[in-house]
């Protein structure tokens, strides 16, 4: 147990599952008070159950605008104040160049970009409220490189991105730092679970896919071994922190090194 998150209060979207759960169980442990936001309602509730006292679920679809202001401001209401938003919930997006269609893009825009601004935006007048405080969106490395998912997804996260850098210039004077997270294959039912719908998995059939997942995953970056929830949770504590006072605008790439070896093309002669 840490203090570095004593008297905060903070949200995390897609609080249920993967990065945003770990999340929470980190942030729970140094300290915060905690509402895990999330479509799961039999998951968040067991996962806040198991937290303590400190933590609670809220439901939330982060493709609707009444759940991502709800959340926000009940989290306000109900712990008299909001410190962190981490901006965390997404998933897979479908549509190749030759093929999307406006449905596929609407979505993708909704899922990932839409709901992180509109989070922000309901954030801010709570945040000044308590006298400052710490946005954190969840982007990847696919806003960086070819095929880190598919073309939607990579131009999404791009956006979300860059409007986190944008975002902590205008929100900087006024005590708020905004920054973002850029992880690169880390192990999470992502990779199976896709976003349409919550994954109902049992637990041991997750617990299988898991592990199969990060047999492969330690493939795929130089340090050899699979990025996990766990490094990515401790990326957003350092920028909710107070160690993390003088970092905003800023582009935390959490990936083991993958994007620094990506070879998809022989080196030039
Ligand atoms: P995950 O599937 O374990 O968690 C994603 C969470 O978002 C789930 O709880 C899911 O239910 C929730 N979600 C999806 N659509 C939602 C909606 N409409 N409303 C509310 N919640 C919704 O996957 P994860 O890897 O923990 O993903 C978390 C974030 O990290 C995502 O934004 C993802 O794009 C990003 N990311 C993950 C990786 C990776 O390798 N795992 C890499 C780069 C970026």
Redesign the pocket.
């Known amino acids: 147990m840490g203090e570095r998150l004593n008297g905060r209060v903070a949200v995390i979207?897609?609080?249920?599952?993967?990065?945003?759960a770990a999340t929470a169980e980190l942030f729970a442990a140094e300290g915060a008070k905690v509402v895990i936001?999330?479509?799961?309602r039999d998951k968040g509730t067991a996962l806040a159950d198991q937290l303590g006292e400190n933590v609670v679920y809220e439901h939330?679809?982060?493709?609707v605008e009444a759940d991502v202001r709800h959340v926000i401001d009940s989290t306000a209401e109900r712990f008299g104040r909001l410190d962190v938003l981490f901006n965390?919930?997404?998933?897979p997006t479908a549509g190749n160049v030759a093929d999307i269609t406006a449905e596929n893009i609407d979505y993708g825009v909704k899922?990932?970009f839409t709901?992180v601004a509109l989070g922000m935006r309901y954030a801010v007048p709570q945040m000044l409220a308590s006298g400052g405080g710490a946005i954190i969106n969840?982007?990847?490395?696919?806003a960086l490189r070819h095929l880190q998912g598919n073309i939607l997804y990579s131009a999404v996260?791009a956006a979300v991105t860059h409007y986190s850098r944008l975002a902590g210039v205008e929100l900087g004077p006024r005590g708020i730092r905004v920054n973002v997270i850029?992880?690169?294959?880390?192990?999470?039912?992502?990779?199976w679970?896709g976003?349409a719908r919550?994954?109902t998995l049992p637990d041991e059939e997750n617990a299988r896919k898991m592990a199969k997942l990060q047999g492969n995953l330690a493939k795929a970056n130089p340090l050899k071994k699979s990025?996990l929830?766990w490094d990515?949770a401790t990326a957003a504590l350092f920028l909710a922190s107070d160690e993390g006072r003088f970092v905003n605008c800023h582009d935390l790439v959490v990936d083991g090194g993958r994007t620094s070896m990506f070879n998809e093309y022989p080196a030039v002669p």
């Open positions: 979207t897609g609080g249920t599952s993967g990065i945003g936001a999330g479509r799961s939330q679809d982060v493709t965390n919930a997404g998933g899922l990932l709901s969840n982007s990847s490395v696919a996260k850029s992880p690169g294959a880390i192990a999470t039912p992502i990779f679970g976003s919550a994954n990025g929830a990515i």
